[in-house]
């Protein structure tokens, strides 16, 4: 079970990287061989994120390896400072400085009195886990340096926590809630972290209302808030219309304010025109309706429900990412993870007439009896380019709808 | 930034004394920087029909190797040739051995391929795995040729070690053979060698072509390699294994580079065939006239000042035909200068005293372009930023698949068309600038 054959879960350093990418006004100077920086910018051109005057090596040599000496950092830390100004420089270990130790945290404290942008290290090179381990990791420095508080309160705004831009759909998911609550609540987003913001909306965070948490590993960063700055969250995402209309609800009754009733009655009557497909599952003779679901945690369990919703039993449910991360209560629904490429293949092979949630590897490897939707990373037949096609909200709902219409086509 | 204080952290070429010491980057902070030797050693073992590649190294390494074979078909795309052990802290703590070898296990029994390069990366080399001993035990144990191919980016500049490496290691695969007509030809990373010139000639001569290592062979290719009469080598990567062919072997090898200068093209071409045995095709002397009038027609880039940074081409053999040309080197990016450049630097320095940096380096360059105000820049950059600023870019990658008397001619055409090019950018520009043109 040791080889890997197709694309590895990106790393917890992989995580990190796509998330500063993320904040403008930041720069990233990453401690370690070039090669990697270089490499990396196939898969970020692809997830669309921009690296220009965003990101830098310092490449490191032999003797940097065997002496420890990090002067060639503390230089490009003070030459990023004085060229780009950046308010913020994110220093990130390789899985190079990582292995041999090197103390980022002492460098940037060293070299901090020299600069004007605030050095924030991350010494995660790789090995702490995957990319779940480094957008906890993320999250929690990033509100704990810079949503630091003092900031204005704005009455009627909020902020979304989790925000990946490695996951699939992910900028169309944030535009689908903050369609959801102007529409529901009149209420405006301040910052989504980490989607295409800045140092300055991270800043502004503290001033917001509410803390929209989509992502597990945004939850100590959204405690931290409410303990601090006595911003409250809620944990969830609004996968399915029932889905929508709950989650609706419990942001409601945390703020004290009532659900657009507009809103509400398009919900429901979504949500009642789903009737209709329980009745087909004792319509097929031959076949069950029944799902494979693989991807981001959150995303397997709010589509499950969803399915569940129309009487699509979900037969598999495994997320793509370890789950270690997410402070999974003992007894919490049963989503698992396996690091086993090869069991995952073995199953995927065994699938016949099912409805397949997965990503594009999936979609190669199950038989033509199947029906595929594609929802989660790595993107291998495509591109994502429309940002009106989400996963979460009625929209999602309606697409992820459209599939398994066709998918009941295919039942006898 | 400050485009005078750059350059001021820069020497000239003639106060380069040690390359390794003296050749630095522009600043301290770069991007996108060099590509790294994985990405060489993935570029070599992509053209070996019958060979995996097994790559020891983090979850990211082997992420963005694969990501890039993915659309390959040399690869065989997602279920392909290119595959990876993925190491975690427990590997870095115990070692990568026993992982390597059950994966190992795995492969063979789901692909049974001809042969194995193990492709070692940063980590595995830091803390010590003995890949060498490792492929060793697993060419024994499953009777096909496996290779370690170390790829530590640390040790090295750029992704061509990596190439270099992974072609070198070949030689592991390579069997006594009797003798015959063919040649072999070495280095080739661009392109496929049937559509060159020189491949058109050497079939003309009816001179058969065994193993073209890197860029398209088979693992059979390679097992019957010593069978070849002369070793082609077409770029410097291929020399450690010529040598080595050579010394175990006998086979003689000729330095047949992309060369730009019609020269060099004409002694390669006489070096080739005077090993080979065989008259000199007269349709040469035809070429090299084609090549040398397009050469002529070149006489026009006097004084055309440029700065060259990463082309298919020998940094400093073309940078030299260009001086000779009368145009005027004014920053040379490169990876380094060998002692083989010797003769090429003196014609530089004869026209002129470059700037002498690193490559790859392109956010700083902005400044540069202002200070040194360059007509043409060759190799990659973004188009529309450098017309802005007056300058067009010599397209060159077609020349990569070039070999012979077609990269002189097709090389004078880019720099006459670039020149031209860049002559209509500059009229555009003080048009706008005086408010009577159209916007660039």
């Given at each position: 079970m040791s080889l890997t054959r197709f694309l590895p879960v990106p790393s917890d350093r992989m995580g990190i990287l796509w998330t500063l990418l993320n904040i403008e006004g930041s720069v990233i100077v990453e401690y370690g061989p070039a090669g990697t920086t270089h490499f990396s910018m196939g898969l970020y051109g692809e997830l669309g994120i921009e690296q220009e005057n965003r990101l830098f090596t310092t490449h490191m040599r032999e003797e940097d390896v065997i002496m420890g000496d990090t002067t060639r950092l503390e230089k490009a830390i003070l030459e990023v400072d004085e060229n780009y100004s950046p308010k913020v420089i994110f220093v990130v270990a390789s899985s190079c400085s990582a292995v041999i130790g090197t103390d980022l945290r002492g460098v940037c404290t060293m070299v901090q009195p020299k600069t004007k942008a605030k050095l924030v290290a991350f010494e995660q090179g790789g090995f702490r886990g995957d990319y779940s381990f480094g957008l906890k990791a993320a999250y929690d420095l990033i509100a704990g340096t810079l949503a630091a508080g003092g900031a204005e309160h704005r009455p009627g705004t909020y902020n979304i926590l989790?925000?990946?831009?490695?996951?699939?759909?992910c900028k169309a998911d944030v535009l689908e809630i903050q369609r959801l609550m102007t529409e529901a609540f009149s209420m405006k987003c301040l910052c989504a972290m980490c989607l295409e913001t800045s140092v300055e909306a991270l800043e502004a965070m503290t001033g917001a209302d509410i803390n929209l948490v989509i992502r597990r590993e945004a939850l100590p960063a959204a405690r931290m808030m409410e303990e601090k700055f006595g911003i409250p969250y809620i944990y969830g995402v609004p996968y399915g219309y029932r889905g929508t209309s709950d989650w609706l609800a419990v942001i409601g009754e945390k703020l004290g304010r009532i659900v657009n009733p507009k809103v509400v009655g398009e919900l429901k009557r979504k949500t009642m025109s789903l009737m209709q497909y329980r009745m087909y599952s004792r319509m097929f003779r031959r076949d069950t309706m029944k799902a494979y679901l693989y991807g981001e945690y959150e995303t397997v369990s709010g589509l499950s429900q969803f399915l569940s919703d129309m009487g699509?039993?979900?037969a598999h449910r495994i997320s793509a990412h370890s789950l270690a991360p997410l402070e999974l209560r003992e007894g919490a629904e049963e989503i698992t993870h396996t690091e086993s490429e090869k069991q995952r293949i073995d199953i995927l092979r065994g699938l016949e007439r099912t409805l397949v949630l997965a990503d594009d590897t999936a979609g190669r490897l199950i038989s033509n009896t199947n029906t595929f939707v594609r929802i989660s990373t790595p993107l291998i037949d495509g591109s994502q380019v429309a940002t009106h096609m989400p996963l979460v909200g009625p929209r999602g709902a309606d697409m992820i709808r459209e599939y398994v219409d066709s998918y009941l086509n295919t039942l006898r | 930034m400050d485009g005078k204080e750059l350059l001021s952290r820069l020497k000239r070429l003639s106060e380069i004394e040690n390359p390794g010491k003296d050749i630095h980057g522009l600043t301290y902070a770069q991007f996108p920087g060099t590509h790294c030797p994985l990405m060489g050693a993935a570029m070599a073992v992509r053209g070996i029909r019958g060979a995996y590649m097994m790559i020891v190294g983090t979850d990211e390494c082997s992420y963005y190797t694969k990501h890039m074979t993915i659309h390959s078909e040399d690869w065989g795309g997602l279920m392909g040739r290119c595959v990876s052990v993925t190491i975690d802290q427990h590997d870095v703590t115990f070692g990568c051995a026993r992982k390597t070898e059950e994966a190992f296990a795995e492969l063979m029994e789901e692909a049974a391929p001809e042969a194995v390069y193990i492709v070692t990366t940063c980590v595995p080399e830091i803390i010590g795995d003995d890949f060498d001993a490792i492929a060793e035990r697993l060419s024994e144990q499953y009777k096909i040729p496996v290779m370690a191919v170390h790829t530590e980016h640390f040790k090295c500049e750029n992704h061509m070690p990596g190439v270099e490496r992974a072609i070198t290691a070949s030689f592991r695969m390579m069997e006594e053979r009797p003798r015959n007509n063919s040649v072999n030809v070495i280095g080739q990373r661009m392109g496929r060698f049937e559509d060159t010139e020189l491949y058109r000639v050497l079939r003309d001569a009816g001179v058969p072509v065994g193993a073209q290592l890197p860029s398209g062979c088979s693992v059979e290719d390679i097992r019957n390699a010593a069978s070849a009469a002369v070793n082609i080598v077409v770029n410097d990567i291929g020399l450690p294994l010529a040598r080595k062919m050579k010394s175990r072997f006998g086979t003689p090898y000729v330095f047949f580079d992309k060369f730009t200068d019609p020269e060099h093209i004409a002694t390669a071409y006489e070096n080739l065939f005077a090993f080979l045995g065989v008259p000199m095709p007269d349709e040469l002397g035809e070429l090299r006239r084609n090549a040398e009038a397009a050469v002529e027609a070149a006489?026009?880039?006097?004084?055309v000042p440029f700065i060259y940074g990463n082309t298919p081409f020998r940094c400093f053999e073309a940078c030299g035909f260009m001086a000779t040309l009368g145009m005027q080197p004014q920053l040379i990016q490169c990876h380094g200068i060998a002692d083989a450049d010797s003769e090429d630097v003196e014609r530089i320095k004869a026209a002129a005293d470059p700037y002498i940096t690193q490559v790859a380096n392109i956010a700083p360059l902005q400044y540069i372009y202002d200070e040194l105000k360059p007509k043409l820049y060759l190799g990659h950059e973004y188009a529309e930023r450098l017309r802005k600023k007056g300058i067009a870019i010599v397209h060159t990658d077609a020349g990569g698949g070039m070999l012979g008397f077609e990269v002189a001619t097709y090389f004078a055409q880019q720099l006459i068309g670039a020149t031209k090019e860049a002559a209509e950018i500059n009229t555009a520009k003080e048009a706008e600038e005086s408010g009577r043109g159209m916007t660039l």
């Open positions: 989790g925000a990946s831009s490695g996951a699939y759909r699509i039993r979900a | 006489g026009t880039l006097q004084g």
